[in-house]
């Protein structure tokens, strides 16, 4: 009896759940057919690398930036508005030398680029003995004797056994973030970092320091990793080397900027909002491509594909530039603030800000139970090649976090993405069209689905 | 009481499992860690594209590849051989000529090559109205009424919504291997093929085709994707256009060739084989990086991992670089030929023929129970990015398939794999090396699963 009456019963309900699965999945083919066949991040993306360039907060390509994309989201969105913020404005003035002395060789020139935020060296660039460490620790044993009035040579090599290669990144990266002010600390007149990437190459890599107010600050730069091992092999064969480091970079007063944000207003729950966004900033070699160029026009992709799909949301759905992400975080600092101050109720924020490579899954930053509802939709995605769930959100959208907001950060392949990371080759040509526009329709298959369930 | 015999028992079995999961996934960690520190595939792979370039069945290159890699493998393999196959030898000739004569524009030249295996056209070229379809189906409904004499255009567009990208070549390339056959039986004097590929390119992309014995041979081109748009746009505004095509191919007799196997012999069971190569052959066109001396140098690297990381198979691993897959497929149909006719006991095969890309997953084709048991080990290949297991096989290892051989294909990300396809940018700088490296740590890993758990 009880089977009787159970039988129909959960034959109901097993019918009403893939009933459910059935539209979920036909919804996502939609959006994931319109980014297929007419996405327009590409072209997006075309224009604001090769028409616009780099976007180093406070230059006139990051002003032209928040004009573009604030009118390309005026085409299709219901608002679209500008969110003031102060930010850094750093320029890297005339190129950089450096120049080693090699006893056998005569002068050696390398590959570099100042660090994001350096100080200048003295027009006549600094020359001093360079004194090469693979650690903190080895800089600690030299000590003062060791390194006062020397150029500090961070020589730490990437880890290439890590598979997503983030995690080898988070590990080198201290060398560039912390190590400037740890060698001043023992009375260092510079440093030298060697760059943060797999790869031998023959591109210096930028990114951004931080000054220790502790210590004075130093002039500091990346080397391309080709001449980080030629560098290298020359104090190893020579016992001792002098290094030219010339910079010319400046900090000036800071600029006024924007976050620009493009909304589609909700048909049930307009007040509550799904964010997705990148960073229009980039640094100021290559056009920002993969860094941040993709995570731009993806997110803005993904409100126009739910547009053009005929998928009207229940919850606002908002695409996010975020500005200033590389050299300050301005942008996601000013948005979680505002968004705490008109107590906006984000029913999740995502980040593409990982390249715009082959789309395998989201990290995700969350309560236990949120998580799970999410791994319950696995099998939708997994056609698409969503299968990781590893890792967590991501810069700008990680002031949110305190405010209980659910983090999802896309998770392309990571195989490529520090060859070309903060240099002059990442530009448009590296972007495939295909990988690029799966990374905005698995956003927007996602957020259906919270958009639809709730999360 | 019985909880209590159970307990201590499930807890045993429990323990050895997961003695034998963590041997095995140090183990992976060993191949892997040397694949991506030490790995040799890239430099190998260099030397196959630029030191020799395109390897065309019959051609003096492939002749250099079948001595190189035996070379490379003879470094640190115990048996090194040759199997004879003789081999199809086509020659392209002089560079083609595609010209549209359009009432308004005049002469319009097109990026066109001719298609392996084609006959060429009389020296002057072949010079007619040229007449668009998109599918068979619109051929039959022309019929010989509106195909005689005429050059047949077939325009069927790629179907960009498929997210593994071979299932839209499948659709796409019959129009390449059977459309002039289909174009001769209603008399057309020649036909011209849209690339078969993903993107709209200036590349044509080469491929093979197959003469039907019921109807005469005809010159075949594939014309690249922007130049197939262009024609079909001057068809549509105009009404009908002309086209002159000029090939120079001619087919010589047979060639002797070979394939190329190397072995590490088994420390238990010898006389059983896991086999694992991709194809030495490649087109002409560009120097056949993804297609497939990709393959070759993973296949070569399997062994070598195996070796550096000092795990000694109980079964022989064997590297077979097949010749001849691109067109005739010789080199695969005689190693599993002689298989047979040895009696040789192959517990897997594995093939690696879809680009040095970010490894994804593997094909199988093979009984419910093997691919359950494979399955089973799902947990230790995750961390590597190794997510999916659909699809099947490979074609050089397909004849294998009757002899009841479970077969692997090695499933890299497939989004940029047709952009380079059979055409003069797959060259040594479309490749990652990580990527690369990868995607024979891949196999590796699998291999010492089904080497040490059996199948």
Redesign the interface.
């Known amino acids: 009896m009880l089977k009787r009456l159970l039988l129909p019963c959960s034959f109901l309900l097993m019918s009403s759940a893939s009933f459910a699965q059935n539209e979920d999945s036909l919804m996502i083919r939609k959006l ?2 319109e980014a ?2 007419r996405g327009q991040s590409y072209e997006n993306l075309r224009y604001l690398c090769k028409r616009i360039g780099h976007r180093l907060s406070g230059s006139p390509q990051a002003a032209a930036a928040v004009e573009y994309t604030y009118q390309v989201m005026k085409q299709f969105c219901d608002t679209v508005y500008l969110q003031e913020c102060w930010v850094p404005h750093w320029v890297r003035g005339d190129k950089e030398i450096g120049r080693i002395s090699s006893v056998r060789q005569g002068a050696v020139n390398v590959k570099l680029c100042a660090l994001g935020g350096s100080i200048a060296t003295p027009a006549a660039g600094i020359s001093a003995e360079v004194v090469e460490v693979r650690s903190f620790e080895e800089l600690d044993k030299l000590g003062k004797k060791g390194v006062q009035g020397k150029i500090v040579f961070f020589n730490h090599p990437f880890d ?2 890590h ?1 997503f ?1 983030f995690h080898g990144y988070g590990e080198a990266v201290r060398y560039r973030w912390a190590g400037p002010s740890l060698a001043a600390k023992y009375g260092a007149v510079a440093s030298v970092t060697r760059s943060v990437t ?2 031998i190459d023959d591109h210096p890599h930028t990114g951004s320091i931080r000054y220790d107010t502790l210590y004075p600050a130093i002039p500091c730069a990346a080397i391309c990793t080709r001449d980080a091992e030629v560098l290298s092999e020359i104090i190893r064969n020579e016992g001792k080397a002098n290094f030219l480091l010339q910079l010319n970079c400046r900090t000036l007063p800071d600029t006024r900027s924007y976050n620009v944000i493009g909304e589609l207003r909700g048909s049930e729950n307009p007040e509550q909002v799904i964010a997705v966004g990148g960073h229009l900033d980039s640094w100021d070699l290559g056009e920002g491509a993969h860094d941040d160029g993709a995570g731009c026009v993806q997110s803005i992709e993904v409100l126009r594909l739910f547009k053009a799909a005929g998928i009207r949301p229940k919850h606002t759905l908002r695409a996010v530039m975020f500005m200033n992400e590389e050299n300050g975080l301005r942008g996601g600092l000013k948005y979680a603030e505002i968004a705490e101050k008109k107590k906006e109720k984000h029913l999740a924020a995502f980040e593409s800000d990982a390249g715009g490579f ?1 789309p ?1 899954g989201f990290g995700m930053t969350m309560k236990p139970e949120q998580r799970s509802k999410v791994l319950s939709w696995k099998p939708l995605l ?4 969503i ?2 769930y590893g890792g967590g959100g991501g810069a700008d959208i990680g002031p949110l976090e305190k405010q209980g907001v659910p983090l999802f950060g896309l998770h392309p ?1 990571s ?2 993405y520090f ?1 070309y990371h903060h240099t002059e080759i990442d530009v448009f040509e590296a972007i ?4 690029l526009e ?1 990374g905005g329709a698995a956003m927007a298959a996602m957020i259906y689905l919270i958009d639809r369930h709730g999360l």
């Open positions: 994931y057919n297929l066949l290439n056994t598979i290669t797999n790869t082959s395998r997994e056609p698409y090649g299968h990781d392949d195989q490529r060859d495939n069209k295909r990988e799966l």
